[in-house]
């Protein structure tokens, strides 16, 4: 695994801030299911261990559905949904890259997850977040 550096990352509004300890060469999954699609989220999946939230805890609030295993967080204020809990990991954090501030990103890969079918594709997941 290469060297891991802190990134910063908020919601648009900067009431809910984290920091994470990641590689500066990320692989991101970009899914196709109805609450990525609809929102853009690109998913870049973190253990819980490497997540440290610095502001904002009263400022969240939670939404499930289907399931309810996946735990997604959005901000009271701007309604922004910076991170949450995925099903398919759910000792992990799923970052938004879009929410990330890129300073110490050198390089990223956008790869294509169908999560229209997610139930035949989790497992691919569950073996890329181990890498």
């Known amino acids: ?3 891991l550096a802190t990134h910063k990352g908020k919601c648009h509004c900067g009431a809910v801030s984290w920091e994470i300890q990641a590689p500066r060469t990320m692989r991101l999954d970009e899914c196709n299911c109805s609450i990525c699609n609809l929102h853009g989220f690109q998913h870049l999946i973190v253990p819980k261990s490497r997540f440290t939230l610095l502001s904002g805890k009263d ?8 399931s309810h295993i996946a735990q997604h967080y959005f901000c009271k204020t701007c309604g922004i949904e910076s991170f949450y809990i995925p099903r398919s990991n759910p000792d992990g954090y799923s970052i938004n890259f ?3 501030d890129r300073t110490n990103v ?3 890969e956008i790869v294509p997850f169908d999560g229209v079918n ?12 181990k890498e």
Do not use: P, V
Request: charged letters at 25%.
């Open 1 to 3: 695994m290469s060297e």
């Open 59 to 66: 400022n969240i609030t939670t939404y499930t559905f289907n």
């Open 98 to 100: 879009r929410c990330l």
């Open 106 to 108: 050198d390089e990223f």
């Open 118 to 129: 997610w139930e035949q594709n989790a497992g691919k997941l569950a073996e890329l977040s």
